[in-house]
T-cell receptor
Framework: EDKVVQSPLSLVVHEGDTVTLNCSYEVTNFRSLLWYKQEKKAPTFLFMLTSSGIEKKSGRLSSILDKKELFSILNITATQTGDSAIYLC??????????FGDGTTLTVKP | GAVVSQHPSWVICKSGTSVKIECRSLDFQATTMFWYRQFPKQSLMLMATSNEGSKATYEQGVEKDKFLINHASLTLSTLTVTSAHPEDSSFYICSAGYGTFQETQYFGPGTRLLVL
């Protein structure tokens, strides 16, 4: 059975801090690792990672995949209160089916 | 681009009625759509994978006669919760596969179902 584990489950930081969110996966026929941000409604897409060692960046967010260790991290630098959300990672197969982790709830305090 | 809509966003119904939720990809064609259920403070639970023109593939433990899925076109999939009961109350989210392998999923805004 495919499995995705995220850590920590929750995190509280202050504005300006840097955070690292972790995601490990065991997915048969793995194709991609995806990161999503979920606020009040449905998740919004952040990154798709397919190759090892290639960092993807979007503003203060960045992510990297290690296919040997079956691991990915999501970094957020200079956090803002608007970064408060649940961050979900998902392992996706060649058939497009995704298995989601339980998410990391990030709270950024002013 | 890659916008997915879902309708309705809120449903309140009586026990025993059926509820239909629509999921549309607005600016792209999606051969694969996914239906998820999410309980408060929990992650997304995949219910079924919906492929255009063929029968949906249901995850273990999901009753296919209870949750009817139809993917009649490349831009529309529907989920019908038949004879809804209070335990069916949940947040239902659809997503549409995007990209060569449909692996990037764009989510609809979700439908909150409350069964009284």
């Amino acid at each position: 059975e495919d499995k995705v584990v995220q850590s920590p489950l929750s995190l509280v930081v202050h504005e300006g801090d840097t955070v690292t969110l972790n995601c490990s996966y065991e997915v048969t026929n793995f194709r991609s690792l995806l990161w999503y941000k979920q606020e009040k409604k449905a998740p919004t897409f952040l990154f798709m990672l397919t190759s090892s060692g290639i960092e993807k960046k979007s503003g203060r967010l960045s992510s990297i995949l290690d296919k040997k260790e079956l691991f990915s991290i999501l970094n957020i630098t200079a956090t803002q209160t608007g970064d408060s959300a649940i961050y979900l990672c998902a392992g996706s197969t060649n058939a497009g089916k995704s298995t989601f982790g339980d998410g990391t709830t990030l709270t950024v305090k002013p | 681009g890659a916008v997915v809509s879902q309708h309705p966003s809120w449903v309140i119904c009586k026990s025993g009625t059926s509820v239909k939720i629509e999921c549309r990809s607005l600016d792209f064609q999606a051969t694969t759509m996914f239906w998820y259920r999410q309980f408060p403070k929990q992650s997304l639970m995949l219910m079924a994978t919906s492929n255009e023109g063929s029968k949906a593939t249901y995850e273990q433990g999901v009753e296919k006669d209870k949750f009817l899925i139809n993917h009649a076109s490349l831009t529309l999939s529907t989920l019908t919760v038949t004879s809804a009961h209070p335990e069916d109350s949940s947040f239902y989210i659809c997503s549409a596969g995007y990209g060569t392998f449909q692996e990037t999923q764009y989510f609809g805004p979700g439908t909150r179902l409350l069964v009284l």
